[in-house]
């Protein structure tokens, strides 16, 4: 990895988990959110494979879990295993970009509900499990994956300029 790109990818990512943590969750529609983290840390699991994925999973975990106030490393975990999950699919299967993009991002997402679940569990939270996953994790992980191509292709983009990649084609 390009040491130019983790700068910029830490910018993206507080970006992100502000947007998230104090616009996105306080304007649910029908229950369903914008999850802009996801959506970075699926683009840095497809850039980087398993481990970036992982690696940037936690990271961006970390940021969810210090601004939202919740407890302390369960966004962390989630989406260090849900990036871990999203970067494998890149080894497994190579297809189009926006296809790829979007069957991932519904595969991070149901992986990142089943752990927070998982994790609430825990912490003797008390809800339905079948509804979580049918009222909120499916619906959500089929809206971000419509906004998946997108974030993914200008991502991309940028990635490729901050680590240098799209000078380096176009010589």
């Known amino acids: 990895m390009n040491d130019v790109s983790r700068p910029a990818i830490v910018i ?21 959110v914008w999850l802009p983290m996801l959506q970075v840390v699926t683009l840095l699991a497809l850039w980087y494979g398993p481990a970036g994925g992982a690696g940037w999973g936690f990271v961006g975990g970390l940021l969810l879990d210090a601004f939202s106030g919740a407890h ?23 297809p189009n970009r926006a296809v790829l993009a979007a069957v991932t991002t519904i595969w991070i997402a149901v992986v990142y509900f ?35 191509p997108l974030v993914v ?13 799209l000078s380096a084609r176009r010589r």
């Open 12 to 32: 993206l990512m507080l970006a992100a988990a502000l947007v998230q943590t104090s616009v996105v969750w306080h304007f649910p529609l029908f229950g369903i």
């Open 72 to 94: 302390w490393g369960l966004s962390a975990l989630a989406l260090t295993v849900a990036g871990f999950v999203g970067g494998f699919a890149v080894s497994v299967v190579q």
């Open 153 to 165: 292709f200008v991502g991309f983009r940028f990635l490729e300029i901050a680590t240098g990649s």
């Open 114 to 148: 089943i752990l927070l679940g998982a994790l609430l569990i825990t912490f003797d939270y008390r809800f339905s499990y079948r509804d979580m996953l049918l009222q909120m994790a499916l619906p959500t992980a089929l809206v971000n994956a419509l906004f998946a």
